[in-house]
């Protein structure tokens, strides 16, 4: 994929290696590499998990998510915390509560990561400079109301962003 693309969003699912093989039927060790590599050759990384009551949405779980992220990663590699709704292969399983996005959230930002938001439910998604806090790109659902970057910085710190931006 080098040269080929400039960025990625990986769904990393869990972080529980028998949940991988036995209800996904991959390799948690897999995604891993991959986003390692992704991320070693200056490929620009996402991460998306879906919070699953009762499957992936402990604690220890999180915590250790968002410690690859912060560690293997970097903190301002962005992660989206998305609400599963039982809509299709688990329509037994309760939706995910605010309260464990809350939850997902605060670990990310305890384990140091600058970027992340929550998704499949009403919550803005601002992106604020990992510096000042200034709102450097305001989302109202999935649209992008106001853009404040100044070629690619903050326009109070002049922090740059990291990411892969259109270049108009």
Same mark, same amino acid.
């Given at each position: 994929?080098?040269?080929?693309?400039? *960025?990625?969003?990986?769904?990393?699912?869990?972080?529980?290696?028998? &949940? &991988?093989?036995?209800?996904?039927?991959?390799?948690?060790?897999?995604?891993?590499?991959?986003?390692?590599?992704?991320?070693?050759?200056?490929?620009?990384?996402?991460?998306?998990?879906?919070?699953?009551?009762?499957?992936?949405?402990?604690?220890?779980?999180?915590?250790?998510?968002?410690?690859?992220?912060?560690?293997?990663?970097?903190?301002?590699?962005?992660?989206?915390?998305? *609400?599963?709704?039982?809509?299709?292969?688990?329509?037994?399983?309760?939706?995910?509560?605010?309260?464990?996005?809350?939850?997902? &959230?605060?670990?990310?930002?305890?384990?140091?990561?600058?970027?992340?938001?929550?998704?499949?439910?009403?919550?803005?998604?601002?992106?604020?400079?990992?510096?000042?806090?200034?709102?450097?790109?305001?989302?109202?659902?999935?649209?992008?109301?106001?853009?404040?970057?100044?070629?690619?910085?903050?326009?109070?710190?002049?922090?740059?962003?990291?990411?892969?931006?259109?270049?108009?």
């Amino acid at each position: 994929m080098v040269g080929l693309i400039d *960025a990625v969003n990986v769904d990393l699912k869990s972080f529980n290696e028998t &949940y &991988y093989k036995k209800e996904l039927g991959g390799k948690l060790e897999v995604i891993l590499k991959n986003l390692k590599h992704f991320k070693k050759n200056n490929i620009w990384v996402e991460v998306t998990t879906l919070i699953v009551p009762t499957k992936n949405d402990s604690s220890e779980e999180l915590s250790q998510i968002a410690h690859f992220i912060a560690k293997e990663l970097g903190a301002s590699t962005p992660w989206h915390l998305s *609400a599963f709704h039982p809509d299709y292969k688990e329509p037994h399983l309760p939706h995910t509560s605010f309260s464990s996005l809350q939850r997902a &959230y605060t670990i990310a930002k305890s384990a140091g990561l600058h970027h992340v938001y929550i998704g499949n439910t009403s919550v803005e998604n601002d992106t604020l400079c990992s510096t000042c806090k200034e709102v450097l790109i305001q989302r109202k659902h999935f649209k992008v109301m106001h853009n404040t970057l100044k070629k690619g910085c903050c326009p109070k710190c002049q922090t740059k962003l990291e990411g892969v931006f259109d270049a108009s």
